[in-house]
């Protein structure tokens, strides 16, 4: 009896070694105005800001910049009578007021940065001021707006064997 359950128990231990060892984990850091909000929402148009890779991703959605469908239904962007063009994105990082390298403009309206130091320059950073400039369609009147976003981290396992954590 003793030696069954010791076999058992290293069967186990085996098991829960190999299930531990399997697990990899990896980390979305994104900035965003609300800590559950993935979107900054505004009357017109709708923000992200996320890490992939080397490069800073900040995406300004209109629904003329995307189709108006993903950009109500998926999106839930506010219905508005504003209809706005965002014609640039700047950022700064609070604490050690960096910049990034604009590297790419995709689809007019996802904007691409990068910095040889960008996860140094996050580490470093809790906060990240973002200023969008947008055109009124109809009116073509310019107006600038600055959001104030905190960074958020989130961890989650990966691996190849089914786990719960």
């Given at each position: 009896?003793?030696n069954s359950?010791?076999?058992y128990s ?9 299930v ?7 980390q979305?850091?994104?900035y ?16 992200s800001c ?20 993903f ?8 219905k508005?009578?504003?209809k706005?063009t ?48 947008l ?7 310019s ?14 396992p990966?691996s190849t ?5």
């Amino acid at each position: 009896m003793v030696n069954s359950s010791m076999k058992y128990s290293s069967c186990l231990g085996f098991i829960l070694i190999l299930v531990l060892a399997s697990c990899s984990f990896s980390q979305d850091i994104s900035y965003r105005k609300e800590r559950r909000e993935r979107y900054v929402k505004e009357d017109g148009f709708v923000m992200s800001c996320i890490k992939d890779g080397n490069y800073l991703i900040v995406g300004a959605y209109t629904p003329s910049s995307w189709d108006s469908t993903f950009y109500y239904d998926f999106l839930s962007g506010t219905k508005t009578n504003q209809k706005f063009t965002v014609t640039a994105v700047s950022l700064q990082f609070d604490n050690t007021a960096d910049t990034l390298t604009l590297k790419e403009v995709r689809n007019k309206r996802d904007y691409v940065f990068t910095s040889p130091n960008l996860d140094k320059i996050i580490a470093a950073n809790k906060k990240l001021r973002l200023t969008v400039c947008l055109t009124d369609i109809e009116s073509g009147i310019s107006e600038s707006r600055e959001f104030i976003l905190n960074r958020r981290k989130h961890t989650y396992p990966t691996s190849t064997l089914p786990h719960v954590l």
